[in-house]
C-alpha cells in the first residue's frame, strides 16, 4: 500500500461546484415580454382606427358622388397682413374709375324725338278787337232742300278792326274752331225776329266768306234765352251804325 492516502472527493462539494449557478429570476423580464404585448396591441388597434377612418371617408365621398356632389374640400385661407397702402392693381382700378367718371361729365346724348318748334297760326283776328261775345247756335238755309241746317254751336263775336274801324261778324264751331260765320255787318242787313220764337235772329248776308269765296246766304241764330237775343241785337245794330258811316266815308 502507498504511504500516500488518496483523497476521495467530497460528494456534497462536488455536488455543489458541478451545479450551475442559477441566475434568479427578476421582474424585469416579465415587465419587458408585457410591454411587447402592450405596444403589439396598441399598433394593431391603430391600424383597425386608421382602416375604419379610410372606410368612413370613402364611403362620404361615394355618398356625395351619388347626389351630386364631391367630397368636402377645405379651403385654407392663408393670413394677410392688412395695409394701409391700396395695392398696385387697386391704384390701376381706382385710376381708371375717377377717368370714366370724368369721360361721362362730357357726354352728351341726343334726344330721339326732336320737338318742332312752336308754329303760329294767323287767324286774322290780331289786329282786331272783341266788341261782343255769346255762346248760340247758328243755321243755313239750303235754297236746294228748302229747310233749315245746322252750321254749328260756338261762340258768335263782333270783332272791329284797330285800323279801318271796321265791324265783322264771327263764328267759329266749339272744339274745332272751324269757321262758320264771316262777313260785315253792313247798313242794309236786317235782323228778323224767327216765326215763333224770342231768341232767335234771322238775316241775309251778301257776301259771307266762312267757305272762302264770297256767298249770300241766309242764317238765322238761336241763343239760349231771350236777354242773350237781345243784347246780340243791340251790339249787331250799333256795328250797322257805325259800319254804314265808315263805308260812306270811302264813297
Not at 66 to 78: I, L
Not at 138 to 158: A, C, H, M, N, P
Not at 204 to 214: C, F, L, M
Request: glycine share 4%; aromatic share 6%.
Amino acid at each position: 500500500m502507498s504511504d500516500i492516502t488518496e483523497t476521495k472527493p467530497d460528494p456534497a462539494i462536488s455536488a455543489s461546484e458541478a451545479k450551475p449557478e442559477e441566475t434568479p429570476a427578476t421582474g424585469e423580464g416579465e415587465k419587458s415580454t408585457t410591454e411587447t404585448v402592450t405596444e403589439t396591441a396598441t399598433e394593431t388597434a391603430e391600424k383597425a382606427v386608421d382602416t375604419a377612418k379610410d372606410a368612413a371617408v370613402k364611403t362620404s365621398d361615394s355618398m356625395f358622388s351619388m347626389f351630386g356632389g364631391g367630397p368636402k374640400k377645405e379651403k385654407k385661407e392663408e393670413a394677410e397682413e392688412p395695409t394701409d397702402e391700396p395695392s398696385g392693381s387697386s391704384k390701376a382700378q381706382k385710376a381708371n374709375d375717377e377717368d370714366e367718371v370724368e369721360e361721362s361729365a362730357d357726354v352728351h346724348f341726343e334726344p330721339v324725338i326732336r320737338l318742332t318748334e312752336k308754329v303760329e297760326t294767323k287767324t286774322n283776328e290780331e289786329l282786331e278787337e272783341q266788341s261782343f261775345k255769346m255762346r248760340a247756335k247758328l243755321f243755313k238755309f239750303d235754297r236746294e232742300s228748302k229747310e233749315w241746317k245746322e252750321r254749328g254751336t260756338g261762340d258768335v263775336r263782333l270783332l272791329k278792326h284797330k285800323e279801318n274801324q271796321k265791324t265783322r261778324l264771327v263764328m267759329r264751331r266749339d272744339k274745332t274752331l272751324k269757321v262758320c260765320a264771316n262777313h260785315y255787318i253792313v247798313p242794309d242787313m236786317k235782323l228778323s225776329a224767327n216765326v215763333g220764337s224770342d231768341r232767335s235772329w234771322v238775316w241775309n248776308a251778301a257776301a259771307d266768306v266762312s267757305e272762302g269765296e264770297p256767298e249770300a246766304q241766309t242764317l238765322a241764330i238761336r241763343f239760349a234765352n231771350s236777354e242773350n237775343a237781345n243784347a246780340f241785337k243791340d251790339a249787331f245794330e250799333t256795328a250797322q251804325v257805325e259800319n254804314e258811316k265808315l263805308f260812306n266815308a270811302e264813297e
